[in-house]
């Protein structure tokens, strides 16, 4: 396969740029060790909680917006039509959801409270070794399946350049270790300012390129139309997009984004309510424009460059006939930032877990400065290479992948991080009984009743999770006050 130099130069300058972020991240990870009085924990795995606005914002977006809405996302809309990109709209309140539900409240109680991560805060909140145990672990096992998306819609698009899946994946994955090690979260959040703005341009360029290259807006419906009919309805083809579970699938990227620990950890990192405002206000509108950018370049897609076999490569395919060579480089990083912007958070999350939550708890309590950072950066990239082993062998469309992901989390998370800041009577038994009930009845479901009366899977978890949490709380309560 020939390498195609016009697609690949710009992909290498932007690799360069992230290199760059990440040496010049590694000075404030040596600074906080020698000078600053932070430690070396809270600098690289929270980033001095020192965001800005812009940064806070582009961090927010660019964690969530990933392979699933760059590859995956548009390969679902290219099959399903424009009833998919309704669908995917749901998620453009990413931040202004995260932030409203979180926002003060969970930055002020984490840094009264010295929590670095969202396992510490549960740890510290419930005082409750199981739940922390079964926080990590959730946090392990979902976000290696979600980061095993990342690595593999990565690779795609390094296929449109003439490389291989192979090659690509360990461009990819060396890139992405080499300045998360270095430069820890406050790397991560910059290059995910870098790659949000690369985002916006390279969405911008793929969609004035497919409506240009189709003959308008119009005749590419009227394509669509003569192709099948139900690819401009709402409902999908063969009524896929049935109306209950559009309606519960706003649960699962809209509201119910505020469990997701990597978005999560985002309210803990920002300077002040200035900040997080401003993050607000810029992070809603250009989450919107990107999604529905991205989803409708793949449904318009069908009518442009028929007869696509494999959905994850519906963008990379369309990139490269319908842009000159030098702006489909430009745009195939766009997508790449969405992925290594995402993936760069999990990856910290996992290491994070491993380290500060299970580690330094109930391992090694008096672990020094210097042998925390050696098994920080260890477990990073032991991690990514573990990752990198799985995703060698992919799948045909990564987003379900993904979207498991996101649901497992979410049923996990959600309820024990939202009624631990809004309820006061809640208590470690009752998130210990939200967390196995939220999980085990997820994994359960998606295997055997994909769409319990007629909702997406994480629905009927998260109403399951939340009647356990309280009714366990209440009974413990009782029986607490009983004694007294």
């Known amino acids: 396969m020939t390498i195609n130099w ?32 932070k430690t070396f924990l ?36 290219y099959n399903q039509g424009l009833g998919w990109v309704f669908l995917a709209m749901s998620q453009m309140p990413t931040g202004y959801l995260t932030l409203t539900l979180l926002g003060k409240r969970f930055a002020i109680t984490a840094r009264k409270m010295e929590a670095l991560t969202v ?70 959040a910059l290059t995910d300012a870098l790659q949000g703005c690369v985002m916006l341009v390279g969405t911008l360029a793929i969609f004035i390129g497919t409506v240009v290259a189709g003959g308008g807006l119009s005749n590419i419906i009227q394509t669509m139309y003569r192709t099948n009919p139900d690819l401009i309805t709402p409902f999908g083809v063969k009524g ?52 529905l950018g991205m989803h409708l370049v793949g449904a318009l897609a069908r009518g442009v460059v028929p007869g696509i076999k494999v959905g994850d490569m519906v963008v990379p395919t369309l990139t490269v006939q319908v842009l000159p060579p030098w702006l489909a480089g430009v745009f195939l990083a766009g997508p790449l930032a969405a992925i290594m912007s995402t993936v ?51 799948p045909s469309l990564l987003v379900w992948l993904n979207l498991f ?40 479901f998606d295997r055997v009743w994909n769409r319990p009366f007629g909702t997406h899977t994480v629905v009927l978890p998260l109403v399951l999770a939340l009647l356990a949490f309280v009714l366990v709380t209440s009974l413990t309560t009782k029986k607490q006050l009983q004694k007294l």
């Open 42 to 77: 809270e600098e690289f795995f929270l980033g001095s909680r020192d965001l800005n606005g812009f940064v806070l914002a582009m961090t927010l977006v660019a964690t969530y917006i990933s392979a699933s809405s760059f590859i995956g996302g548009p390969g679902v809309a």
């Open 344 to 394: 760069d958070s999990m990856l910290l999350m996992v290491s994070s877990s491993i380290v500060k939550d299970l580690y330094l708890n109930y391992i090694n309590k008096r672990a020094t400065d210097r042998m925390v950072s050696s098994l920080s950066l260890a477990t990073t990239a032991i991690v990514g290479v573990i990752v990198y082993l799985t995703a060698l062998k992919p």
């Open 119 to 188: 396992v510490d805060f549960l740890k510290k909140r419930y005082q409750n070794d199981a739940v922390v145990v079964l926080a990590s672990a959730s946090v392990v096992l979902f976000l290696l399946s979600s980061m095993t998306a990342q690595w593999i819609g990565a690779a795609r698009i390094f296929q449109a350049t003439g490389l291989s899946y192979e090659a690509g994946l360990t461009i990819f994955v060396l890139t992405v270790l080499v300045y998360v090690t270095v430069g820890g979260f406050r790397a991560v």
């Open 240 to 291: 896929y997009i049935a109306v209950p579970w559009v309606s519960s699938f706003w649960v699962l990227v809209g509201l119910g984004l505020a469990g997701l620990p990597q978005i999560a950890v985002r309210a803990m990192a920002y300077k002040n309510s200035r900040s997080m405002h401003r993050a607000i206000i810029i992070g809603t509108p250009v989450a919107g424009f990107l999604m």
């Open 405 to 444: 992901a996101l649901g497992g989390l979410e049923a996990a998370f959600f309820w024990p991080i939202i009624l631990g800041l809004y309820w006061p009577k809640a208590n470690g038994a009752g998130a210990l009984a939200s967390l196995i009930t939220g999980v085990s009845t997820y994994i359960v």
């Open 6 to 37: 016009q697609l690949m130069l710009p992909l290498i300058v932007y690799l360069v740029g992230v290199y760059a972020i990440g040496y010049y991240s590694s000075a404030f990870v040596a600074k906080a060790r020698a000078t600053s009085g």
